[in-house]
């Protein structure tokens, strides 16, 4: 079964600074991948995903995240933090193919405080 | 505007007592997912339907049941047998021509026991 681990529950950054969440995966097979992102009593909002191609992903906020098949990561970052960005983050993984009922396995997730 | 409609957005029940939380969805998406999500623990997940009238267990469907009549809904039924249901529940639905496994989630229920 897929596992993924979130490194830190809590990340506090102060405003304007690197903002970088960090994911590993356990399947030897690379999956597509996912961050998502939730707003208090809210639903999540996908940032970004992998599914093939180039490594480096674009998603929206201006958030970014690198697929490293060798370490089998897929960390989140931004340049610049905005206290907008506070949230709670999930990285998520899914088996290709229709047999691994397309269900996604997250990660604990990593809570952003952005400090002013 | 397309999307998915959960209901209540927050319930309270006490203990010994069946719940069930609406998932409505008008995105003519196939599959739908219920999780349940936990502080520190991202989210579980509970069933899963792919098609009209079939759904599967998740991994912690034990206290739960669900049903699916009709694509655009997929109920959880929260019951007497789930020794602890306080939690967040999101459901969620897929595009299966999307291909990449996109969820698109609801806005949530918040489940309470008192």
């Known amino acids: 079964a897929q596992s993924v681990t979130q490194l830190g529950s809590h990340v506090s950054v102060s405003e304007g600074a690197l903002v970088l969440l960090r994911c590993n995966y356990s399947s030897s097979v690379p999956p597509y991948l996912f961050w998502y992102v939730q707003y208090p009593n809210q639903g999540l909002q996908l940032l970004l995903k992998?599914?093939?191609?180039?490594?480096l992903v674009k998603g929206i906020n201006g958030f970014e995240a690198e697929f490293k098949k060798s370490e089998t990561s897929f960390h989140l970052t931004k340049p610049s933090a905005h206290m907008s960005d506070a949230a709670e983050y999930f990285c998520a993984v899914s088996d290709k193919g229709r047999a691994a009922g397309n269900k996604l396995t997250f990660g604990g997730g990593t809570r952003v405080l952005v400090k002013p | 505007d397309g999307g998915i409609t959960q209901s209540p957005k927050y319930l309270f029940r006490k203990e010994g007592q069946n719940v069930t939380l609406s998932c409505e969805q008008n995105?003519?998406?196939?599959?739908m997912y219920w999780y349940r999500q936990d502080p520190g623990q991202g989210l579980r997940l509970i069933y899963y339907?792919?098609?009209?009238?079939?759904?599967q267990k998740g991994d912690i469907a034990e206290g739960y049941s669900v049903s699916r009549e009709k694509k655009e809904s997929f109920p959880l039924t929260v019951t007497s047998a789930q020794k602890n249901p306080t939690a967040f529940y999101l459901c969620?639905?897929?595009?299966?021509?999307?291909?990449?496994?996109?969820?698109?989630f609801g806005a949530g229920s918040r489940l309470t026991v008192l």
């Open positions: 995105l003519n998406h196939d599959a």
């Open positions: 969620a639905s897929r595009d299966r021509a999307s291909g990449a496994n996109v969820l698109t």
């Open positions: 339907s792919q098609i009209v009238n079939d759904f």
């Open positions: 992998y599914t093939t191609g180039a490594t």
